[in-house]
């Protein structure tokens, strides 16, 4: 990855040590392309966060299915989104002291956040702004010369 790469697009098997590998992976992306050290950490906090929930509640017991993640770099804002191929699951009216904590988390770090289940899954869409760099600035005078 080098740092014009403005997306970045993953399929994965939905597993624990594939949503923190994601995590990691999202990271280096946001590094790579420049964002904020305060955006990059929230983007990656809200996207394991929507990841976890995945993992844990998308698929039956011991079923494999998807998790995608797809982030890009539009402008002044960044777009990241997590979805699977499950059956959402409404959250408990009380989850305990363990869970239910992950989606308020995701609306609290994203400036927007939507969340959107459907027949064929659910796909959360995040958005965080992104001022300007003068890095950034620079290249994109360059390549739209």
């Given at each position: ?50 990841m ?25 804002a ?68």
């Open positions: 990855m080098h740092a014009g790469d403005q997306r970045l697009h993953r399929l994965v098997t939905a597993r624990s040590r594939n949503a923190t590998t994601l995590r990691h992976v999202l990271t280096q992306w946001a590094n790579a392309v420049e964002l904020p050290d305060a955006t990059t950490d929230a983007m990656a906090l809200a996207a394991y966060e929507a976890i929930n995945v993992v844990t509640h998308a698929y039956p017991a011991r079923a494999d299915g998807p998790l995608e993640l797809s982030a890009e770099l539009r402008g002044n960044v777009d990241v989104t997590v979805s699977d191929q499950g059956r959402w699951q409404p959250p408990a009216a009380d989850p305990g002291p363990l869970h239910g904590r992950g989606l308020p988390l995701i609306h609290a770090l994203s400036d927007r956040a939507e969340i959107a289940p459907g027949p064929e899954g659910t796909t959360v869409r995040m958005r965080w702004p992104v001022p300007p760099t003068p890095v950034r600035l620079r290249r994109e005078t360059a390549q739209a010369r």
